[in-house]
């Protein structure tokens, strides 16, 4: 078995301010996803990279950044926060683009004031 | 419009009933995931569908990719399977989800 970590798990952040999280998985998955999850909603795709250094673009890749550093790891940044992006952030992980079940971490909850 | 619409958005049902949900997709459709979202946020996986049917307890699910659907039936409902049901339809490039079937059982 594998896991995904999410970090932080609380983020606070201002209006304005640049805001990073981070997502490790140790399945040795290749493709990552960033999903975004509004209150009583469903999960709407950011970002996703089928391998190390690979970024392509989901259906709400603006405002956003991506990272791919290493196979294990997906950063995803707001590149100015606004009030309405209270959401929750959630990474997940399969063994490739085609095949495979999505493995989800447990999420950053982003609060903006 | 939505490439995947769930029905319905909320059910309430007795302990020991049954129920279906569906997925209706508007995207080309290769697989099917069933996830059940508990009140934390956690995200369980439930079914991964190529088209046709598998069962787990009693959980049943459907994929029929030629006419763009898929259902999660729910048989002898429990307490703990209260929760809200996500579908999400792949297309060889990445899932995109539905917006969700909040499930109540009541006692």
């Known amino acids: 078995g594998g896991i995904i970590t999410q970090t932080p798990k609380f983020l606070i952040g201002q209006e304005g301010q640049k805001l990073t999280l981070k997502c490790q998985q140790n399945?040795?998955?290749?493709?990552m996803y960033w999903y975004r999850q509004d209150s009583g909603k469903g999960l709407r795709l950011i970002y996703y990279?089928?391998?190390?250094?690979?970024?392509q673009k989901g259906d709400l890749s603006e405002g956003y950044d991506a990272s791919r550093e290493k196979k294990s790891s997906f950063s995803l940044t707001v590149t100015s926060a606004q009030k309405n992006e209270m959401a929750v952030f959630l990474c997940?992980?399969?063994?490739?683009?085609?095949?495979?079940?999505?493995?989800f971490g447990e999420g950053s909850k982003l609060t903006v004031l | 419009g939505d490439q995947v619409k769930q029905s319905p958005s909320a059910l309430s049902l007795q302990e020991g009933t049954n129920s279906a949900l569906r997925c209706n997709f508007s995207?080309?459709?290769?697989?099917v995931q069933w996830f059940l979202q508990n009140p934390r946020g956690s995200l369980m996986n439930l079914f991964y569908?190529?088209?046709g049917t598998k069962e787990n307890g009693r959980l049943k699910s459907t994929f029929n990719s030629k006419e763009s659907y898929s259902t999660l039936h729910i048989r002898d409902a429990q307490l703990e399977d209260s929760g809200t049901y996500f579908c999400?339809?792949?297309?060889?490039?990445?899932?995109?989800f539905g917006a969700g079937t909040k499930l109540t059982v009541k006692p």
């Open positions: 399945f040795n998955h290749d493709t």
């Open positions: 995207i080309a459709t290769t697989t």
């Open positions: 999400a339809a792949d297309n060889n490039n990445a899932p995109r």
């Open positions: 990279s089928i391998t190390e250094n690979d970024l």
């Open positions: 569908l190529v088209p």
């Open positions: 997940a992980s399969r063994t490739d683009t085609n095949t495979g079940q999505l493995y």
